[in-house]
């Protein structure tokens, strides 16, 4: 257990339709990541938060949308949704924002299907 | 433009016997290499990992080797377990990171057979 919690674990949805994930990080995590992994693809980083800002930008597409909240927990909004949007979505934490790169902790991610 | 590589997608093993991961990548500008293991339905956990100045790491029967020349990393398992199944991950960190966004390959999935 990373202790890193996401839910929901899964998700249903259809096409047109907007969805909100939710990430809490590791207590004591100040930064928040995002990846998207589509099938038989590596992880993609989309996005991170450092202490309720936005950090570094990926490959994120303009219909979605995150944010981090005082209490550090994030979400990742996602809107118009696309049957190629379907794919699992992780969220990691870090103690820093400036990431020394092992100290990303993964949740297990949330698995969207968009039918 | 893939910019981290793992050109296979699976891996048979017998166990006791080495496994041997392989990832390559295209762009010069990165300063460290992790791998990650995955098991079904949880995220991916941290490995190992190797500063682009070294050219070897090893953690009990996990050594990383790095060969900048030929832009190529690899992992080797020494001895192969079951409980070793998973999608292994490597990935790498642009030297211009200030995020610690980190890049990463499509995976290769192990499999460790009794």
């Known amino acids: 257990d990373s202790g890193v919690t996401q839910t929901p674990k899964h998700l249903i949805t259809a096409t047109g339709q907007r969805v909100t994930l939710r990430c809490s990080p590791r207590s004591g995590d100040l930064s928040v990541y995002w990846y998207q992994q589509s099938l038989d693809q590596g992880l993609q980083f989309l996005i991170q938060y450092y202490n309720g800002e936005e950090r570094a930008k990926g490959n994120i597409l303009e219909r979605f949308s995150a944010q981090q909240f005082p209490d550090l927990h994030s979400e990742l909004n996602l809107s118009s949704l696309e049957l190629g949007d379907s794919a699992l979505y992780f969220c990691?934490?870090?103690?820093?924002?400036?990431?020394?790169?092992?100290?990303?902790?993964f949740g297990p991610g949330t698995r969207l299907t968009v039918t | 433009d893939q910019q981290v590589k793992q050109n296979s997608p699976s891996l048979s093993v017998q166990e006791g016997r080495i496994s041997i991961l392989n990832c390559d990548y295209t762009n010069s500008m990165f300063d460290y290499f992790l791998w990650y293991k995955k098991y079904p339905a949880e995220g991916p956990t941290f490995l190992i990992s190797i500063s682009s100045i070294k050219d070897k790491n090893e953690d009990g029967r996990f050594t990383v080797f790095l060969n900048k020349s030929a832009k190529h990393l690899s992992l080797h398992i020494v001895p192969s377990q079951p409980g070793d199944s998973a999608v292994y991950f490597c990935?790498?960190?642009?030297?211009?990171?200030?995020?610690?966004?980190?890049?990463f390959g499509q995976g290769t999935e192990l499999s460790v057979k009794p």
């Open positions: 990691a934490s870090s103690e820093s924002g400036t990431g020394i790169p092992y100290e990303q902790y």
């Open positions: 990935a790498a960190n642009p030297i211009y990171n200030q995020g610690g966004k980190l890049i």
